[in-house]
């Protein structure tokens, strides 16, 4: 008999999880909670708000759901996952206590500090003038500097500073003033990493790890990644200086040293382990760990995967990979945000969605913030939907999913026409 899934989130994320997990024969019934009009046509969309994990849990025992996905931090940073387990359901996900992997700046930075985990030199500060001092260590020597706030900031709790006034613009701004509440109690000051980004993500049951891809994003809102910072506005698949080699790199230095640190600590880690790495002249470095799948890297990577993706979440969520492979599609995946006139300022929504029926049959499209209205797809957010097309190239999958994002238009549209450029340029 097959399985009934739970997918938590309503995002272009949790879109693709679904789309995914529809396409796995043994899934019986998929919920998606609270869901999105376009997880509708897989999954019936349940009232039920992603950080209502009492809520939720009552759900998936009435239900009797065999797994559930989580797809946001903000359940997996609350417990979400101790919470199923006592209650003895499956679920994706790491529990509280691995999740301060992306919650605690101050933990993750520590962790890589003492297992030798490669990462930017740094120090931790509960005291300005200390945070300051430290600072100036760098920008004395005409270098950048990052200021952090400890928690979760919603992405925005980073700053590069390029000289020592905004260094110390930084640190008023996080500890004194309190702009990210209590994430700002400790802040961390790291040396600044030259060299180009790249996500990596991998499936760990607590001992072991498959590699799934690795992506960039695009978090600018303008080409040339000029502009405020989004959700993310575009994503690739394997960039060019993702190689075999590369690949073994962040496999031995990061990986598993890191998934073994965290069963040391006392606190396996299940899930998806999300590295944001900065590839330096002297190898990869941890920016950062997200507890969770990327988001718009998700809407490439799922089409990626030619496995199924059931048994990969299910074996992680049991704490046992043993005999789980997983199968990559080749060429790339590209992922295109189309976002609402005026994000991530202030935008109207409304506005009705059209050409989605011209695409092509190849074409995928993850909504995220959408709605009905009288039957009609209406935008509902600032980023509306991803267009995503594959191709045995990475030219030919930005070539398709051009073509094809000029099939969709709503009043105020804007989507960067650069994504995916800088593999081409390699
Ligand atoms: P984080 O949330 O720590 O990943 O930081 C957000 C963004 O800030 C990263 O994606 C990088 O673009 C940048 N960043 C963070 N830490 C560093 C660093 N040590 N050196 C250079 N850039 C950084
Ligand atoms: N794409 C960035 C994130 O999901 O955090």
Redesign the pocket.
């Known amino acids: 008999m097959g399985m009934r899934v739970l997918v938590i989130g309503s995002g272009g994320?949790e879109h693709a999880l679904v789309w995914k997990l529809a396409q796995s024969p043994r899934v019986e019934q998929l919920y998606a909670a609270p869901g999105n009009p376009g997880m509708a046509a897989q999954a019936e969309c349940i009232d039920i708000k992603a950080d209502d994990i009492e809520g939720l849990l009552d759900f998936a025992q009435q239900n009797r759901i065999g797994l559930t996905v989580v797809g946001p931090e903000a359940p997996l940073v609350k417990g979400i996952v101790d919470a199923f387990r006592s209650a003895g359901l499956e679920i994706f996900g790491p529990t509280a206590a691995a999740a301060r992997l992306e919650g605690s700046k101050v933990f993750a930075k520590n962790l890589f500090k003492k297992y030798g985990i490669p990462t930017a030199r740094f120090e931790v500060f509960d005291d300005v003038s200390a945070a300051r001092a430290y600072a100036a260590t760098f920008t004395n020597q005409g270098q950048s500097v990052v200021v952090k706030a400890h928690g979760l900031a919603a992405?925005k709790g980073v700053v590069v500073a390029a000289d020592q006034t905004d260094a110390e613009e930084a640190t008023t701004r996080i500890m004194q003033d309190k702009s990210f509440g209590a994430s700002g109690d400790q802040i961390v000051v790291e040396e600044c990493l030259v060299g180009q980004e790249l996500?990596f993500f991998a499936i760990s049951d607590g001992r072991n790890f498959l590699p799934l891809l690795s992506a960039q994003?695009h978090?600018r809102i303008f080409e040339n990644d000029e502009g405020p910072n989004t959700?993310?506005m575009g994503?690739y698949t394997n960039p060019p200086l993702y190689t075999p080699i590369l690949y073994q790199r962040i496999a031995e230095e990061v990986i598993k040293p890191t998934i073994a640190a965290m069963r040391q600590e006392g606190c396996p880690y299940t899930g998806v382990l999300?590295a944001?790495l900065m590839i330096t002249a002297e190898g990869p470095k941890v920016l950062e760990y997200?507890a969770?799948?990327?988001?718009?890297?998700?809407q490439v990577l799922m089409p990626m995967i030619k496995s199924d993706l059931l048994p990969l979440l299910a074996g992680a969520a049991r704490e046992d990979l043993t005999g789980v492979s997983v199968e990559l599609e080749t060429g790339a995946c590209v992922g295109v945000v189309l976002a609402s006139g005026g994000y991530p300022g202030s935008y109207q929504k409304g506005k009705v969605i059209q050409g989605l029926e011209d695409l092509d049959a190849g074409t995928m499209v993850f909504q995220a913030g959408t709605a009905l209205r009288d039957g009609c797809l209406i935008t509902d957010g600032g980023r509306v939907l991803a267009v995503v097309c594959r191709g045995d190239s990475i030219r030919e999958a930005i070539d398709t999913v051009y073509r094809e994002t000029a099939k969709v238009s709503f009043e105020g549209m804007h989507y960067r026409r650069d994504i995916g450029r800088r593999a081409l340029s390699e």
């Open positions: 994320r992405g996500s994003d978090k959700g993310g994503a999300y944001g997200n969770r799948f990327g988001d718009p890297e998700t």
